[in-house]
């Protein structure tokens, strides 16, 4: 099955040419950008080479006339919204220059965006959009592969992309003496590994119960249970809420299975994440126990004071418990789940980036200039966890307006191609890849990573994928 699976994606290869190869590349670099090279100048990320790579073989494809570079009315929003976060990141912000470099991060997200829309002219769209979902479900099970390795091997002192997440105890002095491990991955951190994987398993799941893919149903069962069993130890609640979402949403509407089918599969993933979530909360204390675990020696203290039934004092030097970091509770399971400190902090924020923006509603504050004034209760730069506030805070209502507009745009060209096709298998990865990008946005209304390359390359290929629907059309 595995050997099927790398022979089909090498065939899509050689079918793509070189145009293939380029959006391969592209697609490792944005999916692993966690990894800078310190010691080149600039200290660049994988990104920065795939985006190089991949122009340089659309030049060339341009220049052999086997490619397009086209710009269509909806890029003029693009660009204007990307002008406007510029003339803010120079005129507000405390740190221009930081701000400045974040919009550049910004504007390579968008270059992202027209290098895979471009490559995609290169070669037949049907094909190429078959291999950027195929791609997408393979690096969705290697994360969770190596999301689960990273918190199995995190108590021996392996850290290869894992958080402790405090669950509302500290110990003598402000130790943490109580917490869950959520993975991260490859990827930046815990809240982009939980929607990356909610995406790929609604994708996923698209296919599992349609028709035209009942040839793949045994090797998709088989990785939607190792992508739901990550998602359930990375336990990132956004993911949970939207990936409840598109369940529900593809129970509804997805076509194949019939509902009572559907409803079975979607209880069974339930049970699955279940089974999972509930022991790993317990059991990642006990893994922090073992004489390899990172700060074992440094929680030593808490033992001593949890025999003794967790005494607090008012004195210098008495245990500290602060009533902001969570509920307390005899099981990890409900304090994961209630956990009050990110959510309190996230209104603090939320509050924050709203008296900002009335201060300057027309352009904003400038791209990344809330942390530069605030810092979270982990004590690193302040983050604006929702899509659209994010926008406001940061551009104002001119940029939110112009992002929006464009984003309206995209969403009807995507349903009117989709609504208008026959039934065919594009149709239904069209489908499949539109309910996880939209499920994503609902994700990001609680913790937001809109300006990574990974977002734009989905939406380059989304993009393309209804233009393919279109010439199936004609």
């Known amino acids: 099955m595995i050997v099927g699976i790398f022979q089909s994606l090498r065939r899509d290869v050689q079918q793509t040419g070189a ?25 660049p990320h994988n990104e920065h080479f795939a985006i190089l790579f991949a122009l340089g073989i659309l030049a060339w494809l341009v220049w052999q006339k086997r490619a ?17 976060a510029l003339v803010s990141a120079f005129l507000f912000p405390p740190d221009a220059r930081d701000s ?33 979902l195929k791609m997408l479900l393979v690096f969705g099970v290697l994360e969770a592969l190596y999301g689960i390795a990273s918190w199995f091997l995190y108590p021996f002192g392996i850290n290869l992309g894992v958080d402790e997440y405090p669950l509302g105890v500290r110990g003598p002095g402000g130790i943490l003496c109580n917490f869950s491990l959520t993975m991260y ?22 296919l599992f119960v349609s028709n035209e893919f009942a040839s793949w149903r045994r090797a998709l069962g088989i990785a939607l249970a190792v992508m739901l069993g990550a998602l359930a130890l990375n336990a990132s609640r ?11 949403f593809i129970v509804l509407f997805a076509r194949g299975m019939n509902l009572t089918q559907k409803l079975k599969w979607a209880g069974a993933a339930g049970l699955l994440i279940l089974a999972v979530y509930v022991p790993s909360q317990e059991i990642s204390r006990g893994l922090m126990n073992m004489p390899g675990a990172p700060g074992l ?11 003794k039934g967790m005494p607090r004092g008012t004195q210098t030097g008495d245990p500290e418990f602060d009533p902001s ?12 789940l209630l956990e009050g400190q990110t959510l309190t902090s996230r209104w603090v924020s939320y509050k924050n980036a709203w008296d900002d923006f009335l201060q300057k509603p027309l352009l904003g504050n400038g791209p ?26 940061d551009t104002g209502i001119v940029g939110t307006t112009l992002l929006l507009a464009w984003f309206g745009v995209f969403v009807y060209k995507i349903f009117r191609a989709w609504h208008h096709a026959a039934v065919s298998s594009q149709r239904t990865l069209v489908f499949a890849l539109g309910i996880g990008l939209v499920c994503l946005f609902v994700a990001y209304q609680v913790t937001t990573m809109l300006w990574f390359g990974f977002m734009w390359f989905l939406l380059a290929a989304l993009e393309q994928g209804a233009v393919s629907l279109k010439q199936e059309a004609k």
């Open 368 to 393: 990344n200039s809330f942390g530069q004034k605030y810092t979270t209760t982990a004590r690193t730069e302040g983050w604006i966890s929702n899509l659209i506030l994010m926008a406001l805070h």
């Open 68 to 84: 397009r570079i086209v710009f269509l009315w909806t890029d003029a929003l693009l660009i204007a919204y990307l002008g406007v």
């Open 19 to 43: 145009a293939g190869i380029a959006l391969l590349f592209l697609f490792v670099g944005v999916v692993t950008n966690r990894y800078r090279y310190e010691a080149i100048p600039f200290r």
């Open 185 to 206: 991955g490859t990827l930046w951190e815990p809240n982009v590994f939980g929607s990356t994987l909610m995406v790929v398993i609604l994708v996923g799941a698209v």
């Open 238 to 248: 956004g993911a949970f809420l939207a990936l409840l979402f598109g369940l529900a």
């Open 297 to 307: 020696a440094q929680r030593a203290p808490c033992a001593e004071w949890m025999a």
């Open 100 to 132: 400045v470099s974040y919009w550049a991060r910004m504007v390579l997200a968008v270059v992202v965006y027209f290098a895979a829309r471009a490559l995609m002219t290169g070669t037949a769209r049907a094909i190429a959009f078959r291999f950027v």
């Open 325 to 336: 970091t969570g509920p307390e509770s005899d099981l990890n399971v409900a304090k994961r």
